[in-house]
């Protein structure tokens, strides 16, 4: 019996996360093969310790799982499918983003780097149930910059985490993992110009600490803050006005920002 979509679910860190539309696994073994003299055999050996790398993707509900899950370097889970499951261990978050438009619902996708173990199961785990679905709000997603609160059209936000695990001596498994600094952050977004949001850039080039303030904020229908997405130490990478006979101003801005892993 083949086993559909319908019978899937992913665990991490004992949670059956709600709304998972897509996932794969991936992995690349590098080995190396030597050719004995005489012809008396070929031996073969792996020389790098195996990294799983799995690929995430859901549509945002509510409070999100996978915001809180950032920043862990020893996540572990299950792969479910039907009667049978893959287990791994020793994971880590290495890239995690959102994007939001007018035309279509916020989606979530993680990039998801595995250490550890990667084997099947039939020893399916218990599970705690995800947090419930949320309404949004017709204006449920805002920028606040220095105070400033703007209604958007469209932002996206990505946060990118430098991971790097360290192996023994005749293991191919990682005994641990560490997020190196800068943790690197980059977010854009597209408003109507209803205050003044240009930016004064004049004489950035010669600053080395001009830094703002930035917030995204998420909220349900009753205006409750489900998610915030910070950009540490955010610089302006680019801004653009425009605006067509007939239409409204539109205003697009792009922020980049660093942060060292305490």
Known sequence: MFVGS???????????????????????????????????????K?????????KI???YLGRDRFQEFTGITDLSGQFVYGANAVEFNEATISSYSISVDTNS???????????????PTTNIASTQSDYSFEELG?????????????????FSYSVNFD??????????????????????????????MDEQEFQDVTGLIQSET????????????????????????????????SVAAGDLVQFSIQYQGLQLNA
């Open 6 to 44: 319908e019978d899937t679910k992913v665990i991490i860190q004992g949670y059956a996360i709600t709304g998972v539309t897509d996932i794969s696994f991936t992995s690349n073994i590098e080995e190396d093969a030597v050719v004995l003299l005489a012809e008396r055999g070929i031996t073969r």
């Open 46 to 54: 792996i020389n790098q310790g195996h990294i799983i790398q799995c």
């Open 57 to 59: 993707s859901k549509p």
């Open 105 to 119: 619902s916020p989606k979530i996708s993680i990039d998801m780097k595995i250490f550890g173990d990667f084997k």
């Open 138 to 154: 017709p204006d449920s997603v805002s920028i606040n910059v220095e105070g400033r609160n703007s209604v958007l059209t469209d």
């Open 163 to 192: 991971v790097k695990p360290t192996y023994e001596i005749d293991s191919i498994k990682s005994s641990s993992a560490k997020i190196l600094s800068p943790i690197k952050y980059s977010t854009s977004a597209k408003m109507l």
């Open 210 to 241: 001009f830094n703002r303030n930035i917030t995204f904020d998420i909220r349900d229908t009753g205006n409750s803050v489900l998610n915030t997405y910070n950009i540490p130490n955010a610089s302006i990478r680019s801004q653009e006005v």
